[in-house]
């Protein structure tokens, strides 16, 4: 009896594990395998809003290789609202100052930005939402971009 409790212990703890680890609290997250953002890569994702989460913040979370180019990033949101409405918004980052210096520190080659960016779009109707994001730096391959995520905040 105690052998099987173990061996159920032996498999269930690095599943706890696992799913702890995993990014549960992102509604869209996207890898760069290449770390290249194409301009006709429209990343699009839908969201449900319930009214407790109607103006919760929301944040766009990207993650970016030190071979990131250019000291800021912007990009262009659009969200369609449950009644149709079409929200737009262009944000806008400064990732480094002139001198190439970051604003964060770097963890393994990698430095990860969050940005508040839904409170432009004010969400203020529960139901479901259809976005669409496109880099705006007016290039056509942004290269140094690993991951983008959008993030709820609890």
Known sequence: MKIRRFIGLYFLLPALFVQGCTNSNYVFYKDFPESVWLAEDTLRFNL????????SPFTIENT???LYPYQNIYLKIWAKSPSGKILESTLLDTLSNKAGIWRIKSKQGKYVLPFAAMDSLHLAEPGDYSFKIIQ???KDSLRGIKKIGIKTTP
């Open 136 to 138: 705006y730096m007016r």
């Open 48 to 55: 449900t809003l319930s009214q407790k989460q109607v103006g």
């Open 64 to 66: 970016y290789s030190n």
